[in-house]
Protein backbone atom coordinates (compact mmCIF):
# COMPACT_ATOMS: atom_id res chain seq x y z
CA UNK A 1 0.00 0.00 0.00
CA UNK A 2 1.44 3.75 -0.89
CA UNK A 3 1.16 6.06 1.84
CA UNK A 4 -0.21 8.78 -0.23
CA UNK A 5 -3.12 7.26 -2.50
CA UNK A 6 -4.59 8.90 -5.30
CA UNK A 7 -7.07 7.92 -8.21
CA UNK A 8 -4.94 8.25 -11.18
CA UNK A 9 -7.60 9.60 -13.36
CA UNK A 10 -8.34 10.94 -15.68
CA UNK A 11 -11.13 12.72 -14.64
CA UNK A 12 -13.06 14.33 -16.75
CA UNK A 13 -15.20 17.21 -15.75
CA UNK A 14 -17.30 19.55 -17.85
CA UNK A 15 -16.65 23.10 -17.63
CA UNK A 16 -18.61 24.91 -15.11
CA UNK A 17 -18.78 22.00 -12.70
CA UNK A 18 -17.40 20.76 -9.60
CA UNK A 19 -14.47 18.48 -9.48
CA UNK A 20 -13.82 16.26 -6.46
CA UNK A 21 -10.15 15.05 -6.42
CA UNK A 22 -9.51 12.56 -3.17
CA UNK A 23 -6.67 11.40 -1.57
CA UNK A 24 -5.90 9.04 1.44
CA UNK A 25 -3.27 8.44 3.70
CA UNK A 26 -1.28 5.90 5.82
CA UNK A 27 0.48 7.06 8.33
CA UNK A 28 -1.76 8.90 11.07
CA UNK A 29 1.16 10.53 12.41
CA UNK A 30 0.56 12.86 9.77
CA UNK A 31 -0.33 16.82 10.04
CA UNK A 32 -0.18 18.89 7.43
CA UNK A 33 -1.43 18.39 4.25
CA UNK A 34 -1.00 20.33 0.81
CA UNK A 35 -2.42 20.42 -2.89
CA UNK A 36 -0.44 21.03 -5.47
CA UNK A 37 -1.33 21.58 -9.02
CA UNK A 38 1.23 20.59 -11.82
CA UNK A 39 0.59 21.63 -15.90
CA UNK A 40 1.81 19.60 -18.39
CA UNK A 41 6.06 20.14 -18.54
CA UNK A 42 5.30 21.98 -15.70
CA UNK A 43 6.54 22.11 -11.94
CA UNK A 44 3.96 21.91 -9.72
CA UNK A 45 2.80 25.18 -7.95
CA UNK A 46 1.05 25.55 -4.32
CA UNK A 47 -2.75 25.62 -4.53
CA UNK A 48 -3.57 25.08 -0.49
CA UNK A 49 -2.31 23.38 2.87
CA UNK A 50 -5.11 22.76 5.29
CA UNK A 51 -4.03 21.53 9.09
CA UNK A 52 -7.39 20.94 10.80
CA UNK A 53 -9.94 19.03 10.44
CA UNK A 54 -12.91 20.27 8.26
CA UNK A 55 -12.78 22.74 5.46
CA UNK A 56 -10.77 25.05 4.34
CA UNK A 57 -11.65 27.71 1.29
CA UNK A 58 -9.22 29.65 -0.99
CA UNK A 59 -11.36 31.18 -4.33
CA UNK A 60 -12.72 28.39 -6.02
CA UNK A 61 -10.96 26.07 -4.02
CA UNK A 62 -12.16 23.95 -1.05
CA UNK A 63 -9.26 21.59 0.42
CA UNK A 64 -11.29 19.03 3.27
CA UNK A 65 -9.54 17.44 5.91
CA UNK A 66 -10.88 13.98 7.97
CA UNK A 67 -8.10 12.72 10.17
CA UNK A 68 -10.12 9.95 11.34
CA UNK A 69 -10.90 8.62 7.73
CA UNK A 70 -7.32 9.59 7.19
CA UNK A 71 -8.92 11.69 3.78
CA UNK A 72 -7.88 14.72 2.08
CA UNK A 73 -9.72 16.53 -1.13
CA UNK A 74 -9.93 19.06 -2.86
CA UNK A 75 -13.06 20.78 -4.53
CA UNK A 76 -12.77 22.79 -7.38
CA UNK A 77 -15.88 24.82 -8.43
CA UNK A 78 -16.92 26.30 -11.56
CA UNK A 79 -14.14 24.48 -13.24
CA UNK A 80 -12.04 25.86 -16.09
CA UNK A 81 -10.52 24.66 -19.13
CA UNK A 82 -7.62 26.41 -17.14
CA UNK A 83 -7.92 23.73 -14.31
CA UNK A 84 -6.88 21.15 -16.51
CA UNK A 85 -3.39 19.78 -14.89
CA UNK A 86 -2.30 17.19 -13.03
CA UNK A 87 -3.27 17.80 -9.21
CA UNK A 88 -0.49 16.20 -6.45
CA UNK A 89 -1.44 15.44 -2.95
CA UNK A 90 1.20 16.04 -0.01
CA UNK A 91 1.26 15.11 3.32
CA UNK A 92 4.10 16.09 5.95
CA UNK A 93 4.28 14.43 9.42
CA UNK A 94 4.25 17.01 12.61
CA UNK A 95 7.45 19.17 12.19
CA UNK A 96 8.62 17.61 8.83
CA UNK A 97 9.77 19.66 5.90
CA UNK A 98 10.01 16.08 3.92
CA UNK A 99 6.55 15.35 1.90
CA UNK A 100 5.32 12.33 1.13
CA UNK A 101 3.85 12.91 -2.38
CA UNK A 102 1.09 10.98 -4.16
CA UNK A 103 1.55 10.01 -8.01
CA UNK A 104 -1.10 12.59 -8.90
CA UNK A 105 -4.58 12.74 -10.58
CA UNK A 106 -5.14 14.14 -13.62
CA UNK A 107 -7.80 16.26 -14.28
CA UNK A 108 -9.30 17.16 -17.87
CA UNK A 109 -12.13 20.18 -17.95
CA UNK A 110 -14.08 19.70 -20.94
CA UNK A 111 -15.52 23.24 -22.57
CA UNK B 1 6.63 35.59 -1.34
CA UNK B 2 8.30 32.12 -1.43
CA UNK B 3 10.08 32.29 -4.83
CA UNK B 4 12.65 29.73 -5.84
CA UNK B 5 14.33 29.71 -9.26
CA UNK B 6 16.21 27.62 -11.01
CA UNK B 7 19.26 28.10 -13.41
CA UNK B 8 19.69 27.37 -16.56
CA UNK B 9 15.44 26.81 -17.29
CA UNK B 10 17.27 23.66 -19.78
CA UNK B 11 20.25 22.57 -20.73
CA UNK B 12 21.80 20.02 -23.21
CA UNK B 13 25.40 18.13 -22.93
CA UNK B 14 27.32 15.93 -24.36
CA UNK B 15 27.54 12.45 -22.51
CA UNK B 16 30.39 12.96 -20.00
CA UNK B 17 30.66 15.83 -19.26
CA UNK B 18 29.28 17.53 -15.92
CA UNK B 19 26.28 19.25 -15.65
CA UNK B 20 25.85 21.94 -12.31
CA UNK B 21 22.00 23.10 -11.64
CA UNK B 22 21.43 25.87 -9.27
CA UNK B 23 18.21 26.44 -7.08
CA UNK B 24 17.90 29.91 -5.22
CA UNK B 25 15.31 30.63 -2.72
CA UNK B 26 14.66 34.43 -3.77
CA UNK B 27 12.36 35.91 -0.61
CA UNK B 28 12.99 33.33 2.01
CA UNK B 29 15.90 31.52 4.28
CA UNK B 30 15.34 27.87 2.91
CA UNK B 31 17.05 25.81 5.76
CA UNK B 32 16.04 22.57 3.71
CA UNK B 33 16.28 22.29 -0.07
CA UNK B 34 14.88 19.03 -2.03
CA UNK B 35 15.78 17.84 -5.32
CA UNK B 36 13.37 15.68 -7.71
CA UNK B 37 13.61 14.33 -10.88
CA UNK B 38 10.83 13.59 -13.06
CA UNK B 39 10.14 11.67 -16.36
CA UNK B 40 7.58 12.45 -18.66
CA UNK B 41 4.30 11.27 -17.52
CA UNK B 42 5.65 9.72 -14.59
CA UNK B 43 5.87 10.91 -10.89
CA UNK B 44 7.53 13.17 -8.91
CA UNK B 45 10.91 11.15 -7.64
CA UNK B 46 12.93 12.43 -4.43
CA UNK B 47 16.59 12.18 -5.16
CA UNK B 48 17.84 14.21 -1.66
CA UNK B 49 17.43 16.34 0.80
CA UNK B 50 19.72 19.13 1.57
CA UNK B 51 20.13 21.38 4.57
CA UNK B 52 22.39 24.25 4.70
CA UNK B 53 25.64 23.61 6.19
CA UNK B 54 25.45 19.79 6.42
CA UNK B 55 25.87 16.75 3.33
CA UNK B 56 22.94 15.93 2.01
CA UNK B 57 20.67 12.75 2.58
CA UNK B 58 20.15 10.54 -0.64
CA UNK B 59 17.13 8.14 -1.17
CA UNK B 60 17.90 4.85 -1.59
CA UNK B 61 19.07 3.77 -5.57
CA UNK B 62 20.38 7.46 -5.70
CA UNK B 63 24.26 7.57 -6.65
CA UNK B 64 25.21 9.88 -4.55
CA UNK B 65 28.64 10.47 -6.25
CA UNK B 66 26.92 10.75 -9.24
CA UNK B 67 24.64 13.42 -8.71
CA UNK B 68 26.53 16.04 -6.21
CA UNK B 69 24.37 18.00 -4.04
CA UNK B 70 25.70 21.30 -2.12
CA UNK B 71 23.62 23.62 0.26
CA UNK B 72 26.48 26.25 0.91
CA UNK B 73 24.41 28.53 1.98
CA UNK B 74 20.31 29.69 3.20
CA UNK B 75 19.20 30.63 -0.53
CA UNK B 76 21.41 28.48 -2.69
CA UNK B 77 21.65 24.61 -3.22
CA UNK B 78 23.09 23.21 -6.09
CA UNK B 79 22.97 19.89 -7.84
CA UNK B 80 25.62 18.47 -10.28
CA UNK B 81 25.37 15.47 -12.80
CA UNK B 82 28.74 13.88 -13.06
CA UNK B 83 29.27 12.45 -16.49
CA UNK B 84 26.20 12.80 -17.93
CA UNK B 85 24.86 9.96 -19.77
CA UNK B 86 21.43 9.97 -21.89
CA UNK B 87 19.81 7.49 -19.12
CA UNK B 88 20.25 10.84 -17.06
CA UNK B 89 18.15 12.91 -19.22
CA UNK B 90 15.08 14.30 -17.33
CA UNK B 91 13.12 17.35 -15.46
CA UNK B 92 15.13 18.30 -12.27
CA UNK B 93 13.05 20.29 -9.79
CA UNK B 94 13.81 21.43 -6.31
CA UNK B 95 11.95 22.90 -4.01
CA UNK B 96 12.62 24.91 -1.01
CA UNK B 97 11.26 25.07 2.81
CA UNK B 98 11.52 27.99 5.11
CA UNK B 99 12.90 28.40 8.36
CA UNK B 100 10.43 26.82 11.06
CA UNK B 101 8.01 26.13 7.79
CA UNK B 102 6.89 22.74 6.36
CA UNK B 103 5.26 23.41 2.87
CA UNK B 104 7.52 23.39 0.09
CA UNK B 105 7.86 25.55 -2.88
CA UNK B 106 8.84 24.31 -5.94
CA UNK B 107 11.65 25.66 -8.62
CA UNK B 108 10.36 26.41 -12.26
CA UNK B 109 12.64 23.30 -13.14
CA UNK B 110 15.46 22.54 -15.44
CA UNK B 111 15.51 20.16 -18.47
CA UNK B 112 18.66 18.10 -18.87
CA UNK B 113 19.01 16.41 -22.18
CA UNK B 114 22.30 14.35 -22.68
CA UNK B 115 22.87 13.79 -26.24
Known amino acids: QKEVEQNSGPLSVPEGAIASLNCTYS??????FFWYRQYSGKSPELIMFIYSNGDKEDGRFTAQLNKASQYVSLLIRDSQPSDSATYLC???????????FGDGTTLTVKP | GAVVSQHPSWVICKSGTSVKIECRSL??????MFWYRQFPKQSLMLMAT?????????EQGVEKDKFLINHASLTLSTLTVTSAHPEDSSFYIC???????????FGPGTRLTVL
Open chain 1, 27 to 32: DRGSQS
Open chain 1, 90 to 100: AVNRANAGKST
Open chain 2, 27 to 32: DFQATT
Open chain 2, 50 to 58: SNEGSKATY
Open chain 2, 95 to 105: SAVGSGGNTQY
